[in-house]
């Protein structure tokens, strides 16, 4: 069974402060990774992606991945209200086919 | 920018009543999908669909589920006898490639609501 896990939350965090979201997955033969936001009653809108070692920067965010590891992140610098969402991690790879297999989501506030 | 597009946004129906769920995938996209999310948990892959075949299934997609493409457009999934539990967030999603690192585009989703 391939897992993946994020701590559910809430994830409180101040207007303007870095988010730190994690991941971790039990397949490693996993090679791509996700990070969809999701609003509530909304579908998953797609943030970045990573598939390399270390980082990878799109504008606010940063993810991080360490395959040794098992671990993948999102950073959200200089955190907006308009940030607080679900996010969601799904990862792929050779042992999953083409689907996708996604955490629970990490709830996060951002606190005006 | 182009989207997936996916119709009814809810659709409530009696339970034992079949019910088909439409979906426009990305133009130029050649790989399909649909996904569920009950509420409150995670989205889980249901079936994968490419040059009108089912490439991938899980378990939940049972013989109650099946797939077309009609026509050169249209994606679609129909539940033939909905149960209670069908209840869900249906989401279609689609894809330029088979290739694992491919993004997969996911639509606005259709509420099943069964009764």
């Known amino acids: 069974q391939k897992e993946v896990e994020q701590n559910s939350g809430p994830l409180s965090v101040p207007e303007g402060a870095i988010a730190s979201l994690n991941c971790t997955y039990s397949d490693r033969g996993s090679q791509s990774f996700f990070w969809y936001r999701q609003y509530s009653g909304k579908s998953p809108e797609l943030i970045m992606f990573?598939?390399?070692?270390g980082d990878k920067e799109d504008g606010r965010f940063t993810a991080q991945l360490n395959k040794a590891s098992q671990y993948v992140s999102l950073l959200i610098r200089d955190s907006q209200p308009s940030d607080s969402a679900t996010y969601l991690c799904?990862?792929?790879?050779?042992?999953?086919?083409?689907?996708?297999?996604f955490g629970t989501g990490t709830s996060l506030t951002v606190i005006p | 920018e182009p989207e997936v597009t996916q119709t009814p946004s809810h659709q409530v129906t009696q339970m034992g009543q079949e019910v088909i769920l439409r979906c426009v995938p990305i133009s130029n996209h050649l790989y399909f999908y649909w996904y569920r999310q009950i509420l409150g948990q995670k989205v889980e892959f249901l079936v994968s669909?490419?040059?009108?075949?089912?490439?991938?299934k899980s378990e939940i997609f049972d013989d109650q589920f099946s797939v077309e493409r009609p026509d050169g457009s249209n994606f679609t999934l129909k539940i033939r006898s909905t149960k209670l539990e069908d209840s869900a967030m249906y989401f279609c999603?689609?894809?330029?490639?088979?290739?694992?690192?491919?993004?997969?585009?996911f639509g606005p989703g259709t509420r099943l609501t069964v009764l």
């Open positions: 999603a689609s894809s330029w490639t088979h290739s694992s690192t491919d993004t997969q585009y």
């Open positions: 799904a990862v792929n790879g050779p042992n999953t086919g083409n689907q996708f297999y």
């Open positions: 990573i598939y390399s070692n």
């Open positions: 669909f490419y040059n009108n075949e089912i490439s991938e």
